[in-house]
């Protein structure tokens, strides 16, 4: 493994990962076949290395959490509730806990009832189980173009086809999805979901504008579309809230995936679906032939830190960490890139979204960031047709502030050796040295 690693390819990690010369490969289930391992995943490997600077995965910066107030309630489950936290739970999910996500989710304009709420291992889990409810092989997920990689590997063993649907600066284009999903009607498609996330997009940091919600609920209802909206960073805005959730906007057609892993830490993996009542039962019968229930341990500990801690305080922390980090890659990118590069500039959460000239691929260009010692992730990644070759994704959740400089400054280096090699071959136009430094006005993703 080391010595892929060391050779900086993303490729040879793969093949370690998942051997194409597999003993049980013509024994796997087609779904299963199908599988690829993500390059987040592969990524990994080499990018925790200390001397690489890693602006690919989206961790959250735990170390920035009250220990001692952590201890104490993992203390107090044990001491008050230890037997029962220690034993199975219902396939629902603990009711308390069910109850306080319903308040948290209150802060984005739902009324929902704990009644209506399944807990899952993650948000991960619940795309996977209605991905499980919903889809045949052949039928149709359309989704944002760039998406969220975890989702496109869940849908990608049901065997599902996930068309995709640009953004821009303010989300979820209308008329294109109005446009796309007339032409799969037209060609007598099954559209069963609309996979969306609307507030501090991963990987492209947009957010679906307000006055765009309604029409992308419309089109949804008007084509018979269930709507997947994930929302994991909806409480992680840095300078506003974000407009109020699809959920709150038309409960009867939108599923509404919450979870704890950014405001509070992913290791508890605790996440939830706020269901329209009538999927509530057959959720629950998926989510227990998955795997029976959700730790009881983990629920217990989720309901009383949000219960009885002071998690706002804590919250706003957390905002703050992020917020500075945001600014200082921002800040970097404007300082140091080429001409030509261009970027989103998100207002929350953990991503920014990065376009290169056409001419360059960000995959071929990883093995020369690797060894230049900064990691990001290929914007292939985040499609299923094979678009996005000259876009990349970073993080700047988790590197400290001096780190995400250096990791820019490196990483622009490497994009001032591409684009030189380019003009060299003739591939590129020689560019004005006094021009705007990529500063871009709006967005830096897929056209």
Excluded at 32 to 39: D, F, I, K, L
Excluded at 257 to 267: I, M, Q, R, T
Excluded at 268 to 282: D, I, M, S
Excluded at 327 to 336: G, I, N, Q, R, T
Aim: net charge negative; glycine share 10%; charged share 25%.
């Amino acid at each position: 493994m080391l010595a892929a690693a060391d050779r900086g390819l993303p490729e040879a990690l793969s093949f370690w990962l998942m051997r194409a010369d597999d003993p049980f490969r013509d024994r796997y289930a087609r779904g299963t076949r199908s599988m690829t391992a993500s390059e987040i995943r592969a990524l990994f490997a080499v990018a925790s290395r200390p001397e690489i600077v890693s602006l690919a995965g989206g961790m959250p910066f735990t170390a920035a959490l009250p220990f001692e107030a952590v201890g104490q309630v993992l203390d107090d489950v044990l001491a008050e509730e230890g037997p029962a936290a220690l034993q199975y739970a219902g396939g629902q999910g603990d009711p308390r806990l069910r109850e306080v996500l319903t308040e948290l989710m209150r802060h984005e304009g739902i009324r929902g009832s704990g009644g209506d709420v399944v807990v899952t291992e993650g948000s991960q889990q619940a795309l996977d189980l209605l991905a499980r409810m919903f889809c045949d092989p052949g039928d149709v997920i359309v989704a944002e173009g760039p998406s969220y990689v975890g989702a496109l590997s869940a849908f990608s063993q049901y065997q599902v086809e996930v068309c995709h649907v640009p953004l821009d600066d303010d989300g979820l284009d209308p008329d294109a999805l109005a446009t796309t999903l007339e032409r799969l009607e037209r060609d007598g498609r099954r559209v069963k979901l609309l996979y969306t996330v609307p507030n501090f997009h991963n990987p492209a940091g947009v957010t679906l504008a307000a006055g765009r919600r309604e029409r992308v609920l419309e089109l949804a209802r008007r084509h018979s579309v269930l709507v997947l909206e994930d929302n994991p960073y909806g409480m992680l805005g840095f300078e506003s809230d974000p407009p109020d959730a699809l959920r709150a906007l038309d409960p009867d057609n939108v599923v509404y995936l919450g979870s704890l892993s950014k405001v509070f830490c992913p290791g508890l993996r605790v996440g939830w679906a706020l269901v329209p009542p009538a999927l509530r039962e057959r959720l629950i019968l998926v989510k227990e032939a998955a795997d029976l229930c959700s730790s009881s341990f983990t629920q217990a500990v989720a309901y009383r830190w949000f219960a009885n801690y002071p998690w706002r305080e804590t919250l706003k922390e957390l905002r703050e960490v992020y917020r500075e980090r945001r600014d200082v890659m921002l800040d970097a990118l404007a300082e140091d890139v080429p001409e030509g590069v261009r970027w989103t500039r998100p207002g929350g959460g953990f991503y920014v979204w990065v376009r290169l000239p056409d001419h360059l691929d960000a995959r071929a260009m990883l093995a020369k960031a690797i060894t230049a010692r900064v990691a990001y992730v290929p914007g292939a990644a985040f499609y299923a047709d094979g678009e996005g070759a000259s876009s990349l994704r970073l993080s700047y959740c988790f590197p400290p502030p001096e780190r995400i400089r250096e990791g820019v400054r490196r990483l622009a280096g490497v994009v001032d050796e591409e684009l030189a090699l380019a003009r060299a071959l003739g591939g590129l136009p020689t560019g004005d040295p006094d021009a705007d430094q990529g500063r871009p006005a709006g967005w830096g993703g897929v056209q």
